[in-house]
C-alpha cells in the first residue's frame, strides 16, 4: 500500500509567480507509479503528469515542471509564471502493486490577479 | 467520446433513505473505479471492475454500499439507509488495461457526484 503527504494545505501567489508543490510518498513496492492531478472547482480531477519509479529524470512540459527524487521519496511539482486559471486543489497520487490509486490530501493553489 | 458521465451530479436526501448513482465510463475502458471524496481531503478508494466482474472492495465500502457494473459498461453504486457521514462527492474514473504494469493507471474521472444527507 501507499501513502502520500502534501503537507502544504494552502498556498497563494500573485500571477506570474512561480509555485512548487510539496509531496512525499510511501511505499514498499519497488515498481510504483507517481501522478499529478488537478482538480478546479467544477470538481473533476484532470490528470497532468505521471512518473514511473525507475525514471528519476526530472521534465518540463510547458509551465509545469516535477522533481522526482527517490532518496527523500519526494515528487514536487511546479508551474511556473501562474495564471489566475490555474488554481485549483492539486493532489499528488501513487499507485503500485495495488490496483487503484492513493491520493494525499490536496495542496488548494490560489492565484490572486 | 465525452468522458466519464455521473448522474445525478447532486443530490440531497433525508437520513435513513436510499440513493443510487450511475456512471457511464468512456467506452473502450473495461475498468472502472468508485471513489469517495469528503470535504478537504483527498479521494479514497471504494471499489473497482474489470468488466463486470467487482475485484476489490475497501473496508470503507461498508455493508450498506453496493456496487454493480451488469453488463460491464455503466455502473451504478447504491447507498442504503444513507447516513450523515456519507455526504461527500462520489466520484467515478475509468481506464483501459494495456497490458503494462498494474500501477501505470492514468483514471480518467468523472465530474463526480454529490450527495447531501440531511
Known amino acids: 500500500a501507499q501513502k502520500v503527504t502534501q503537507a502544504q494545505t494552502e498556498i497563494s501567489v500573485v500571477e506570474k509567480e512561480d509555485v512548487t508543490l510539496d509531496c512525499v510518498y510511501e511505499?514498499?513496492?519497488?515498481?510504483?507509479?507517481l501522478f499529478w492531478y488537478k482538480q478546479p472547482p467544477s470538481g473533476e480531477l484532470v490528470f497532468l503528469i505521471r512518473r514511473n519509479s525507475f525514471d528519476e529524470q526530472n521534465e518540463i512540459s510547458g509551465r509545469y515542471s516535477w522533481n522526482f527524487q527517490k532518496s527523500t521519496s519526494s515528487f514536487n511539482f511546479t508551474i511556473t509564471a501562474s495564471q489566475v486559471v490555474d488554481s485549483a486543489v492539486y493532489f499528488c497520487a501513487a499507485s503500485g502493486s495495488a490496483r487503484q490509486l492513493t491520493f494525499g490530501s490536496g495542496t488548494q493553489l490560489t492565484v490572486l490577479p | 467520446d465525452t468522458g466519464v458521465s455521473q448522474d445525478p451530479r447532486h443530490k440531497i436526501t433525508k437520513r435513513g433513505q436510499n440513493v443510487t448513482f450511475r456512471c457511464d465510463p468512456i467506452?473502450?475502458?473495461?475498468?472502472l473505479y468508485w471513489y469517495r471524496q469528503t470535504l478537504g481531503q483527498g479521494p479514497e478508494f471504494l471499489t473497482y471492475f474489470q468488466n463486470e466482474a467487482q475485484l476489490e472492495k475497501s473496508r470503507l465500502l461498508s455493508d450498506r454500499f453496493s456496487a454493480e457494473r451488469p453488463k460491464g459498461s455503466f455502473s451504478t453504486l447504491e447507498i442504503q439507509r444513507t447516513e450523515q457521514g456519507d455526504s461527500a462527492m462520489y466520484l467515478c474514473?475509468?481506464?483501459?488495461?494495456?497490458?503494462?504494469?498494474?500501477?501505470?493507471?492514468?483514471?480518467?474521472f468523472g465530474a463526480g457526484s454529490r450527495l447531501t444527507v440531511l
Open positions: 467506452s473502450e475502458h473495461n475498468r
Open positions: 511505499t514498499r513496492d519497488t515498481t510504483y507509479y
Open positions: 474514473a475509468s481506464r483501459k488495461t494495456s497490458g503494462g504494469h498494474t500501477g501505470a493507471n492514468v483514471l480518467t
